[in-house]
């Protein structure tokens, strides 16, 4: 498989980007003469496509509102570079890929973008059309690249270290046979032992009023999480009761606990219990966290009359 490599787009591209930009809406993200089409959410950013626009109609764009200054996204925009030579250095491919800035009320705005890919191989799409025998072979190849990092991690810990966040919606199966990895826009890497993102860009999607006690009892943990072979299997797996794909589970746990025998044996063995809790405990705490922002987003835009910059999901079905 080719490795994914840094693209840029040209001047018509990124005048497009810029008209959507001044046209969006945040609570109406999918309004706007662009016609604009939301893919998904993350913590920190909102993935857009544009299927009639010609210019950017084979990109995915990542918009991220998270940045007060360019000290802030400067750093943040060679982490991204950075994290996505390093995975693909360790075979852990990725979509070519690039970014570009804009600017919202005199703020940079960052579009970390990344090639397109076929959007019913990407794998909480796939395995509600696949067979269990072909959904396990897309579950070997993901733990095959958990391999890639977490060995690489074991014989660099601490001078150099990746994050993996491995849930299924993270990996496309290509036509080739092989995964490529998505989430490059979350670039986590520690060099001797200190996380290159800045934390503080974590806690600009909490509501304000919440950010000192998630400061102080959950961001360390929430990062670490993706340091943590286990911890990203039985987040993999957990995921599968997220996408109604919770029969798949025994199977996957077969995969999983058989590739750490063999490739990890220090590492102790996943159990089905654990993966509901840890799904039953993420689940509870992302769906109060999500409620507190829209209740920000209100106060913001009803009572304060003032912009609410980031674009929230509607209900999610956990």
């Not at 959007?119 to 395995?127: C, K, L, N, T």
């Not at 797996?237 to 490739?263: C, H, M, T, V, W």
Request: glycine share 6%.
């Amino acid at each position: 498989m080719t490795a994914g490599k840094e693209i840029e787009l040209g001047t018509g591209a990124l005048e497009k980007l810029a008209r959507f930009e001044a046209e969006l809406k945040p609570d109406s993200p999918e309004a706007g003469s662009l016609s604009p089409k939301i893919l998904g959410y993350g913590e920190m950013s909102t993935v857009f496509a544009f299927p009639n626009v010609p210019e950017l109609a084979s990109i995915a764009f990542k918009r991220m509102a998270v940045f007060e200054s360019e000290d802030e996204l400067a750093p943040y925009e060679k982490n991204f570079r950075d994290y996505n030579t390093a995975l693909n250095r360790l075979g852990v491919e990725t979509p070519d890929y690039g970014t570009a800035r804009g600017v919202r009320n005199k703020k940079p705005i960052l579009y970390a973008f990344q090639r397109m890919v076929n959007p019913a191989r990407i794998g909480h799409r796939y395995i509600h059309t696949a067979s269990e025998k072909e959904a396990v072979i897309l579950c070997r190849h993901i733990l095959e690249k958990f391999a890639h990092v977490f060995e690489h991690n074991n014989a660099n810990r601490p001078a150099f270290e990746l994050g993996l966040d491995g849930q299924i919606s993270n990996w496309a199966l290509t036509d080739a046979g092989s995964v490529l990895y998505l989430d490059t826009s979350t670039p986590l890497m520690r060099e001797r032992g200190i996380e290159q993102l800045n934390p503080e860009l974590f806690l600009r999607v909490c509501p304000s009023y919440l950010v000192w006690i998630i400061r102080l009892l959950f961001l360390k943990d929430v990062l670490n999480r993706y340091y943590d072979l286990r911890l990203v299997i039985i987040d993999l797996l957990a995921n599968l009761y997220k996408e109604k794909k919770g029969d798949l589970i025994p199977a996957f746990l077969q995969a999983a606990n058989e590739f750490l025998r063999s490739r990890f044996p220090d590492v102790r063995a996943v159990e089905a219990g654990e993966i509901k809790a840890y799904y039953a405990e993420d689940a509870r705490i992302w769906s109060i966290f999500l409620a507190f922002r829209k209740l920000e987003r209100f106060v913001k835009t009803r009572i304060q009359r003032t912009e609410y910059p980031l674009i929230l999901p509607g209900h999610i079905d956990r």
